[in-house]
């Protein structure tokens, strides 16, 4: 069976960075595409970043471009999220998956880590 385990989160003050890290037991970890997402209380589940298999290509949500980084060490199985200049507005439930598809719909995701919470005091 498929595991995500993410770790990293933590409390932070505004302007602070934090890096989340996302571990996958599969051996074909590098034929996925990795995404993160996020949610805050009472809001859906949003895009943050995806990165291809091969770590070349990435994205970002408009809200984050300029301030988080996606990468990947497929030799580790892991995927990162370095968040810098952390806003009260990141605050929520960050979530790596991993899907067949490169898009920010979560949909096409098959596999989801347990989550780990940020919280960015202002």
């Known amino acids: 069976q498929v595991q995500l385990v993410e770790s990293g989160g933590g409390l932070v003050q505004t302007g602070g960075s934090l890096r989340l890290s996302c571990a996958l037991s599969e051996r074909t970890y590098s034929s996925y595409v990795m995404g993160w997402f996020r949610q805050a209380p009472g809001k859906e589940r949003e895009f943050v970043a995806h990165i291809s298999g091969t770590g070349v290509s990435t994205s970002y949500a408009d809200a984050v471009k300029g301030r988080f980084t996606i990468s990947r060490d497929n030799a580790k199985n892991t995927v990162y999220l370095q968040m810098n200049s952390l806003k009260f507005e990141d605050t929520g439930g960050y979530y790596c998956?991993?899907?067949?598809?490169?898009?920010?719909?979560?949909?096409?995701?098959?596999?989801w880590g347990q989550g780990t919470q940020v919280t960015v005091s202002s």
């Open positions: 998956a991993a899907g067949i598809r490169a898009t920010p719909n979560p949909r096409f995701y098959l596999y």
